[in-house]
């Protein structure tokens, strides 16, 4: 256990180098003086200065990098150009409202995801799960900007159920938040819902044929029992990976859900950072992003070794 | 002997009916993106202020956009540039992916600890934050765009093909040719290559509908295809802003989408089936 601990940090404090640089090369590699890409065009002489001395821009190339990981470790990851404020400060103030969206949508998907996916395994091959199987194929398959725009123009423009746009805090008013906030969240759960769902049912399928299930059944169980005392929980298992997985597509999603929406989350940050060639502020977001990734993909690894005590001892070599 | 293996392999296929409406409808916009100067006949560029925002009429039958353009011209060449970009950009990450993954997988140790490490990183991009941070760098075009769709999807095919390069390696007839005298890059090529092309197919069949919704997504967003070049992302962007006053705007395009998307993850679900006999 605690080698494949060690094993599995180690990969990816080398994942989280290499994710800094290709970011660090990345930015480099924006034509100009990097002290004027790192200022804006708006920054005077004394500005350029000031950054040309912290970044130790006119040092060797590996020495700029070491200068620029120690201080995004130490949290400062330069400031935005746009607003003068710091990066990790202005993500850390839009963050909440991203995060408030993806859990919401977590919450959508998975309650349709699991009821469908176990729903349509015990009923395989019925009319339900061919149903279900073509919903889930189109969940996959639609363009989540376009579902937004038509639940707009449905559920807006034509009903007038929802407003089309727009943000309140939650702490102003939970429910004008949750109005606002309810077809966002979907758009984004959609497509998850449908890569879950169809997971779930597969991996149901695979269990509901396994040995001790069918010895359950012949100790005469009822069929209710099978399924969710004892298909449920082990066929939730590599749901749960493909959750850790897929919390790439949230981040992704975000960005295009809340252009949409006009949420004031950070997807919508870093489309106007990249439009105002804030080039610290997209940076900043594609390096925190990147990081979390392998964060949450990390602590779903551990988590999925401690539901499953195979995984520990070979399933896990190789690595790549 | 070849004639009957083809036989089985169509009954088979004819026995999935969804699979052969989603390759059919592919075909169809393959026919629309080739043949656009032909069946939409309206210039997609040419503005006409007498006609603004006008509802589907047999003159045009999807209606006009906020230019007075018809909009059956502009989704029918919009098609074009939905194809190039899926299909380039994957293009490009199978160039770039299956040759480094075959590397990795047959040569191992230290070679395959450095593509492996940097195509760990270069996952955990998310990728449609990678492809905004490239377009970032490039500069918004649909040749940058389709190049950034292209170096997103890339570790997905290093993985992918170094897998089946360590699983085809212990087969008996790849170690049969090794024991003949078979050298390590004609094992590749002429052994190890051939069996995995199908996978390698049926993975493209799921990531090309991907690129095109990720291509949509930076025209959408502006990073993609610039005006006033029809594309179905940027058109979908536009008709946003004219949700109330011409809904028929939003329709078309994204039915578009919709519609190939579906019909390549179709007929790609029916290829898997035909190549892996393992049933779900």
Known sequence: MAEFLIRRVAISVVTLFVISLIVFTGVRMI?????????????????????????????????????????????????????????????????????????????????IAIPAGVFSAARRNTV????????????????????????????????????????????????????????????????????????????????????????????????????????????????????????????????????????????????????????????????????????????????????????????????? | MAASSRGRLWRRLWRRPPAVVGAGVVLFFVVLAVGAPWIATADPQRSDYGKIRKAPTAANPFGTDDLGRDTFSRVVWGTRVSMQAGVFSILLAIAIGVPAGLVAGSQRGAIDQLIMRLTDAWLAFPFLILAIGLVTIMGASLTNATVAIGLAATPTYIRLTRGLVLSTQEEDYVQAARALGAGGLRTILRHVLPNIASALLVQATVSIPAAIIAEAILSFLGLGVQPPTPSWGTMLATAQQFLETAPWMSWWPGLAIFSLTLSFNLAGDGLRDLLDPKDY
């Open chain 1, 31 to 111: 034509p100009g003086d990097p002290a004027r890409v790192m200022g804006g065009t708006d920054a005077d002489a004394a500005g350029l200065a000031e950054i040309r001395q912290k970044y130790g821009l006119d040092d060797p190339v590996p020495l700029q990098y070491l200068r620029w990981i120690g201080l995004a470790l130490r949290g400062d990851l330069g400031e935005s150009i746009r607003t003068r404020e710091s990066v990790v400060w202005t993500v850390a103030r839009k963050l909440p409202i991203t995060i408030e969206l993806a859990a919401l949508s977590l919450l959508i998907a998975l309650a």
């Open chain 1, 128 to 320: 339900w799960d061919l149903l279900a199987n073509a919903v889930s194929l189109c969940g996959l398959s639609v363009p989540s900007f376009w579902l937004g725009i038509m639940l707009i123009l449905f559920l807006s423009v034509r009903l007038q159920w929802l407003p089309a746009s727009g943000f309140v805090p939650l702490w102003e008013s939970p429910l004008a938040n949750l109005q606002r906030m309810i077809m966002p969240a979907f758009v984004l759960g959609a497509g998850l819902a449908a890569v879950l769902m169809r997971q779930t049912r597969n991996s149901m399928i695979e269990i509901l044929s396994a040995d001790y299930i069918r010895t359950a059944w012949s100790k005469g169980l009822a069929g209710r029992a099978v399924i969710f005392r004892h298909a449920f929980r082990n066929g939730l298992i590599p749901v749960v990976t493909i959750l850790g997985l897929q919390t790439g597509a949230l981040m992704g999603g975000a960005v295009v859900t809340e252009q949409i929406f006009v949420v004031p989350g950070f997807g919508r940050l870093i489309v106007e950072a990249v439009f105002t060639r804030d080039y610290p502020l997209v940076q900043g977001v594609v390096l925190i992003t990147a990081s979390a990734y392998v964060f949450i993909n990390l602590l779903v690894d551990l988590s999925y070794s401690l539901l499953n005590p195979r995984i520990r001892i070979g399933g896990a070599a190789g690595g790549g």
